[in-house]
């Protein structure tokens, strides 16, 4: 079984937490995801943004996780912004119709 690689890096700016995935999002990366959002949400934000700038593949899990991830937001009180959504990352979202289910802003903060 291939290992599969995703670094989180949670920034915490004056406006909101920033997460910023590099890497590959799947089953085996997903649990990364999840603690680096209960990390975000410490300081009950607003809004959490997730930079997807360096988000290399994203599977269906990896695509659950990012639901999951939006659930624990919500149910924080915030909301979760994708931003730098492009490429392949994009299509799925797009071929999904997840890119409904998600705030993708275009213009990140």
Do not use: N, W, Y
């Amino acid at each position: 079984m291939t290992m599969t690689v995703l670094s989180v890096d949670v920034r915490f700016h004056p406006a909101h937490p920033v997460v910023h995935l590099v890497g590959e999002l799947d089953i085996m990366s997903s649990p990364v995801l999840q603690d680096a959002i209960d990390s975000a949400l410490a300081d009950h934000p607003a809004i959490v943004e997730l930079d997807t700038a360096e988000l290399t593949f994203c599977d269906s899990q990896g695509l659950r996780a990012l639901l999951l991830a939006q659930r624990a937001v919500t149910g924080a009180g915030a909301v979760l912004h994708l931003t730098h959504v492009h490429g392949p990352f994009r299509r799925v979202l797009e071929i999904t119709q997840l890119d409904k289910a998600f705030v993708i802003d275009l213009t990140p903060a």
